[in-house]
């Protein structure tokens, strides 16, 4: 990345000493700051609740939070700290503590020098977006002499109305090309890579299709439980958690049709298209709920989710899901692709598993033990992420017997270490490169696939922690892995 091609701006953190700043923003902006990758004036404004904070108070706990993030040497912390971080209180964000936000950005941009360009990032539970949008707004932060963007993590909206009552309200204040809504699935290396991968290779866009490819499956499985996140998973469960987002997100990049160009809108409007040609969702066929009960993961013993702290003893909200869906379309149509996603499974594991027609007749079965499996590719999304094409070899001597092989690669042993997707999308909010970024109409479209699975629940089958889900996923003829 060069950095002369970023201008100069202020990042302002709405909910700037919350678990994502501390966990995820804050050593993420460290980390491009110490690799010389950000401009050299740039400032950061936290703003949060506390009137107890003020900058020295902020720089402390940054600097706290960044030591126990392990990430560098006390005197490279300190100074970036003393140099670029800020605090602002926003009381209980009245129009007048929203006014007073404003001054201190002006202050702070005279006193740096900065051209009025600005990044708001809303690092807030979902209920705060629209007020703060409005309280940005109202105090006139929502446009500036240079740009002005919002970034907004998801969830955007917890259904389809009411994502699409968020855009709307968003676009009262701002228009589309200032809005960044973020899904980190799409800041992975490995994720970008799906469009190169297909792109680049013409041999095996040429397979990508009906009549070579017998089914996919998309899988993001967590060994982590909920983590504490007990009143945020209690309304939201694994169907808007990950399916709505990354798993969706994952599914438009492997299936939809070569964008005219590489760059933010032909992508956006591919992905649509997909979306839109995805047919409605068979809940009593294509669908298996589940939630996980105690096990062990790791030779640990770990508790059922109805015993996590926060969650109540009868709770229906789901940890896992698998379903079935199929896309109406030339290249697709007839071809099951099987998503999954869960919480407490055997192990992490994010991968795409594209399965090719078999032989259509084998001259081996005269002889035993001849099976012949199906060519996989599978695409590991992480860890270990990479890439393995299996196909079928003969053992050595007789009689003739097959095992299957893989020709494989490895990011690590590539590249080494990959950056982690939240610098990727930083870097490019500052850039204002919106390729990685949800478009509005994209975020409702994915909404409204699973209106009727949020709409009618199917029921909850039980996992113990530490399997790969509710035996009863057998039953679409979803196969673990
Ligand atoms: C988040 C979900 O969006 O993605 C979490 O809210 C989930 O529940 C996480 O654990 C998974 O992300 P990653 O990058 O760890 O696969």
């Known amino acids: 990345m060069d950095k002369t091609r970023l201008e100069p701006y202020l990042f302002v953190i709405m909910g700037g000493t919350g678990d994502l700043m501390r966990r995820k923003l804050l050593p993420a902006l460290y980390r491009l700051a110490i690799q010389n990758q950000l ?32 990430l560098a040497t006390e005197e490279q912390i300190s100074s970036w700290c003393e140099e670029c971080l800020h605090y602002q ?60 963007r919002l970034v907004v993590e998801k969830p955007f909206g917890r259904d389809y109305n009411s994502a699409r009552e968020l855009n709307h309200f968003i676009h009262r204040f701002l228009d589309e090309r200032q809005v960044y809504r973020i899904d980190h699935y799409l800041g992975k290396e490995t994720v970008q890579n ?53 798993l969706t997100q994952l ?64 709770s229906q909200t789901e940890t896992f899901v698998a379903l079935r869906l199929y896309i109406a379309n030339w290249r697709w149509q007839g071809v099951p692709f099987y998503l999954s996603t869960g919480k407490r499974l055997h192990r992490q594991l994010t991968k795409i598993s594209v399965t090719f027609r078999s032989a259509p007749v084998s001259i081996f079965m005269p002889f035993e033990s001849c099976e012949i499996h199906s060519n996989v590719l599978e695409i590991t999304l992480q860890p270990d992420e990479g890439f393995d094409l299996c196909f079928e070899v003969k053992s050595l001597g007789e009689p003739i017997t097959l ?29 204002g490169d919106k390729t990685l970024f949800i478009r509005a109409d994209v975020t409702e479209a994915s909404w409204r696939i699973y209106a009727p699975l949020l709409e009618q629940k199917p029921p909850l089958y039980f996992y113990p922690a530490g399997s790969w889900g509710p035996l009863e996923a057998g039953r679409i003829n979803f196969q673990n892995i």
């Open 39 to 70: 401009p050299d004036n740039h400032q950061l404004l936290a703003v949060a609740r506390s009137a107890d904070m003020d900058d020295n108070g902020f720089r402390s706990w940054a600097h706290d939070a960044l030591t126990a993030a392990g």
């Open 89 to 148: 209180t926003l009381g209980a964000g009245t129009p007048a503590d929203y006014r007073a936000l404003a001054n201190r950005i002006v202050t702070l941009e005279h006193a740096h020098r900065l051209p009025q360009n600005r990044i708001f990032y809303l690092a807030l539970p979902p209920t705060a977006f629209m007020p703060t949008v409005e309280g940005l707004g109202e105090a006139g932060l929502n446009h500036s002499q240079g740009w002005t």
């Open 194 to 246: 799906l469009l190169v991968f297909r792109f680049a290779n013409p041999i095996f866009e040429s397979l990508w299709n009906r009549d070579r490819v017998e089914s996919v499956k998309i899988m993001v499985a967590e060994d982590l439980g909920i983590e504490g996140r007990a009143n945020y998973y209690e309304q939201a469960g694994a169907v808007r958690d990950v399916l709505q987002n990354h």
């Open 251 to 314: 599914l438009t990049l492997v299936t939809m049709e070569i964008p005219a160009a590489f760059e933010a809108d032909a992508i956006h409007t591919e992905k649509m298209k997909v979306l839109r040609q995805l047919t409605p969702v068979h809940i009593e066929n294509d669908v298996v709920l589940g939630q996980y009960t105690e096990g062990q993961i790791n030779g640990k013993e770990v508790s059922g989710y109805r015993q996590e702290p926060g969650v109540t003893s009868d």
């Open 403 to 431: 095992q299957t092989h893989s020709l494989h690669f490895r990011y690590a042993e590539a590249f080494g270490p990959l950056p982690d997707a939240y610098e990727t999308l930083l870097l490019d909010i500052m850039r």
